[in-house]
């Protein structure tokens, strides 16, 4: 069981950092500056696959996206009551149907849908993860 509930957090992990790099950005910006450019910071987990919720430890992981289509992240996780983490730079992409691929810490490569909540909030899914999604804030 207690395998189970780490891949569900992973995958809910996974799904917090797709979040960030389809996230919201400065929606005051009207140079024609993407609305993902900027740090972002996972807030909520929806997993419909488990109860697992993002612990404090968790919610410092962020990326941050740049114009040049380069993202740095932070990938926070707790290990043995040590809150640590990972860091990564990778490209990212605004695909022509609006969703975003870029890499992710564990699972590679992936593509998102993403929904602006407001100027500072916005909600990432992943089609290929259904009941899965991310909330991520500046």
């Known amino acids: 069981a207690s395998g189970a509930s780490n891949l569900y957090k992973r995958w ?5 950092f797709r979040m960030f790099t389809a996230c919201d950005s400065d929606d005051d910006v009207n ?4 609305p993902i450019l900027g740090t972002w910071f996972v807030v909520d987990l929806e997993n419909a696959f488990s109860d697992d ?8 992981s962020n990326i941050t996206f ?3 289509n380069t993202a ?31 890499d992710l810490p564990f699972f590679g490569r992936q593509r998102g849908d993403v929904e602006f ?22």
Request: aromatic fraction near 14%; hydrophobic fraction near 30%; charged fraction near 30%.
């Open 117 to 138: 909540i407001g100027n500072s909030q916005f909600k990432f899914s992943v089609p290929s993860m259904p009941g899965v999604s991310l909330t991520f804030e500046k």
């Open 31 to 34: 140079d024609g500056e993407d």
């Open 12 to 16: 809910a992990l996974y799904a917090v």
């Open 53 to 60: 919720e993002l612990s404090e430890c968790n919610m410092n």
């Open 72 to 102: 740095d992240s932070e990938f926070y996780e707790e290990v043995e009551g040590e809150c640590l983490f990972e860091a990564d730079t990778s490209e990212w992409k605004r695909e022509t149907n609006g969703q975003y691929t870029f």
């Open 66 to 68: 740049h114009a040049d």
